[in-house]
């Protein structure tokens, strides 16, 4: 049994050699907390400078925190790489069972380097590693097949994760996911195409430890008490009742919601794609992440019939969250939720970012629009607005690129607006696709200087819905301030690694209390500081593979389009950027 | 009167898994090496989920392989285990039909349900309950 303070295996994976090792190191989990704290460290450390992204010399990074495998809602793994997508920074995280896994098999973080030369699995316990071939598995075109293999052959030891990737992955597509637990995905970035170059196809790892605490009472009492807050109090009530899919409702309300590759922001297909109408007529099942009782995760039952022969059916279980639904529905124009779900349903099992593939298609569509392409270029398909069949058929493309457009279009939307023209409402932001808010200048001030450039970096978005209900009026030097405290602090979250969603429970104090019990003393002050470490930490390697403040591309849709704010202005988003920078530079 | 768990609906349950950290817990320790309950999904999350946990046989076919009488019947149904007489053979485990009796690998002793309860305490769906037999 480990001591819960004490957290320092990493397990270092040489897929070039078929051989493993692990290190004891508590001293880096000590002053980086774990998760991303440490992530950033060891990828530091692993990634050598200027390295192509999709050669063996990429490593990948897994780490997870104190929390996790003790407290509830701390469920997260972090993941570290460089991203082919953006060529810089690629951080990501998925839910499910993954982080518990690997703590309930002892270590805190797991690092994969080199690459094997034909198409391999690994299977992760406590003993360590073992490299199995996968070579049936690769090509096969469905991750929930492949998940189904893997669960079949590897037996049930505690609680188990089965991380893989989908023919995106294995097609290096640089907006790849890498699917776990069927329904959660480390998204954005390119995770699975990273996996696809190390010919990793899946990871499984299982774990059954437990874990001594300091002060046992003191355990128990702070847990009911955490446990009060998140079930009890209904904080988490909006999330398990309709979801992350509340928020097609409420954004179309205040007219964020961007439609139409953000040619608009009110959506005509609300009542078939609002959050409330799929969980009336499509959710089939509600399902937590391990430790978690919040069970965020909403699964649509679909069952289509099959076209020639009656009383034939196939039932599909589709997960959905808000950010799918914006990309895949909202901005292709989707008016009908069978078609979103069936959609949504190509991207899973292929094992494709949702939002990336969505803003993708949807540039697309306007490029054709606007006649810069012609179905010259996409051999034969006439995108149009609302056509989920046709998007269905291009996304098949786009993973086997076919021909020079799809092959552009497998590279992200950055890529493809550089060589078709369109740039103007290639909506990416440091090369990253855009996620689902258009709420005013904090959202994408959040998005531009986002580590990651996505929401979840600083929740931008967030701090403009309070500032427009407040009736305030935004300044880009605030909201600087705001985003940078916001987006420091999050590295704490993602350090221990709990869930977004409960930031309002973790709050410094309680997490200062939760470090005391297993015995670790840390004050919310101290706490707040390895914040803006960690993400100082993560600037610093963005620099040194070649990122600037100054060379970030607005695209110029986001100052066409009206927010809530009016119309922005190119001079407060540079404002703003220019701001955060000093914060984070500390000048 | 004697009781046990009793899954109610297990279609309610969201496998978060809160039982087995809850039935460690009793021990004051974190994860669950030494839950007594285990909540699985039935082959991919999709389809659901199972919970095993001891049911409390009137007659235990786990107490009649037993060996040396480490296990023995409660009144009223299901089994204590007495861990001097275990001799960690694990006749018990293999002889549970729903698979209900752990391994505890730090001690190398069985484990079942004691029928407590504390678990059904962090259930927020309802799914389990402790009942009078």
């Known amino acids: 049994m480990m001591e819960a303070s004490s957290l320092s295996k990493i397990l270092y994976i040489d897929l070039d050699n078929k051989r493993y090792w692990i290190k004891e190191r508590p001293e880096l989990f000590k002053e980086w907390l774990g998760g991303v704290g440490v992530g950033i460290k060891l990828l530091s450390e692993e990634c050598p400078k200027n390295i192509d992204p999709l050669s063996g010399e990429n490593p990948i990074i897994f780490a997870i925190g104190y929390f996790n495998g003790i407290y509830p809602l701390a469920s997260k793994t972090v993941a570290l790489f460089k991203s082919p997508l953006t060529g810089n920074l690629g951080e990501s995280h998925a839910g499910g069972r993954c982080g518990l896994a690997i703590r309930m098999a002892g270590y805190g973080a797991i690092v994969i380097k080199g690459s094997s030369d034909y198409p391999i699995y690994l299977v992760i316990d406590e003993n360590g590693v073992k490299f199995r071939d996968a070579s049936t598995l690769w090509g096969m075109s469905s991750t929930t097949a492949v998940g189904r293999i893997l669960r079949e052959k590897e037996g049930i030891p505690g609680i188990r994760s089965i991380m893989r990737i989908g023919r995106a992955g294995e097609k290096m597509i640089p907006y790849a996911c890498v699917i776990t637990e069927t329904f959660r995905t480390f998204g954005r970035l390119g995770l699975g195409a990273v996996f696809g170059s190390k010919k990793l196809k899946a990871i499984i790892i299982s774990g059954r430890d437990s874990l001594k605490v300091k002060d046992p009472r003191g355990y128990r009492n702070i847990y009911d008490e955490l446990y009060n807050s998140f079930i009890k109090s209904g904080a988490m009530k909006k999330y398990h009742d309709i979801g992350t899919s509340m928020n097609v409702t409420s954004l179309n309300l205040i007219s964020s919601l961007p439609v139409r590759n953000l040619q608009k922001t009110k959506f005509e297909g609300i009542n078939e794609l609002s959050g409330e109408a799929l969980a009336e007529k499509f959710l089939g099942r509600r399902i937590a992440c391990a430790h978690c009782p919040v069970s965020c995760i909403h699964v649509a039952t679909l069952r289509i019939p099959y076209e020639n022969e009656p009383y034939f059916y196939r039932i599909k279980m589709i997960p959905y969250d808000y950010e799918p639904i914006y990309a895949l529905g909202c901005m292709l124009d989707i008016r009908s939720a069978e078609g979103f779900l069936k959609i949504m349903d190509r991207v899973e099992e292929l094992g494709l970012d949702a939002i990336s593939t969505g803003v993708i298609l949807a540039w697309a569509t306007e490029c054709m629009e606007k006649g810069i392409i012609t179905t010259k270029e996409t051999d034969g398909l006439l995108l149009k607005w609302g056509d989920y069949e046709t998007y269905i058929e291009a996304i098949n493309r786009i993973v086997e690129m076919k021909g020079e457009f799809y092959e552009a279009l497998s590279k992200g939307v950055e890529y493809a607006s550089s060589k078709y023209g369109g740039k103007d409402f290639a909506l990416s932001f440091g090369g990253n696709e855009m996620p689902g808010y258009h709420c005013g200048l904090a959202t994408h001030i959040g998005f531009l200087v986002g580590m990651r450039h996505s929401h979840l970096d600083n929740a931008g978005y967030d701090i403009d819905q309070k500032l427009n209900a407040e009736g305030k009026k935004p300044n880009p030097k605030e909201i600087a301030k705001m985003i940078f405290e916001e987006e420091s602090w999050r590295q704490v979250l993602s350090s221990l690694v709990v869930c977004f969603f409960s930031r309002k429970v973790y709050t410094p104090e309680v997490i200062s209390r939760c470090f005391s019990v297993i015995g670790i003393d840390i004050t919310p002050s101290q706490l707040k500081e390895k914040g803006i470490e960690i993400l100082r930490e993560k600037y610093k390697f963005k620099v040194r593979e070649g990122f600037s403040f100054e060379k970030l591309r607005i695209p110029k849709r986001i100052l066409e389009t009206p927010t809530p704010q009016g119309i922005l202005r190119e001079e407060d988003i540079r404002e703003g950027i220019m701001e955060y920078k000093k914060l984070l530079e500390g000048k | ?133």
């Not at chain 2, 809160?18 to 699985?40: H, P, T």
């Not at chain 2, 089994?79 to 293999?94: E, L, P, S």
Request: net charge positive.
């Open chain 2, 1 to 133: 009167m004697v009781k046990r768990i009793s899954v109610v609906d297990v279609d309610l349950c969201v496998g978060c898994q809160l039982c087995m950290f809850a039935c460690n817990r009793r021990f004051a320790e974190a994860g669950i090496s030494r839950a007594a309950i285990f909540v699985q999904s039935v082959g991919g999350i999709e389809r659901g989920f199972i919970i095993r946990v001891c049911r409390a046989c009137k007659d235990p076919p786990c107490a009649k392989v037993c060996p040396t009488g480490a296990i023995s019947k409660r009144e009223g149904g299901g089994v204590r285990i007495d861990h001097k007489k275990c001799i960690a053979c694990g006749n018990c485990m293999k002889n549970c039909l729903i698979g209900a009796i752990f391994w505890d690998k730090s001690l190398n002793k069985p484990i079942v349900c004691t029928y407590c309860g504390y678990c059904v305490n962090y259930c927020p769906y309802g799914v389990i309950k402790l009942e009078e037999i």
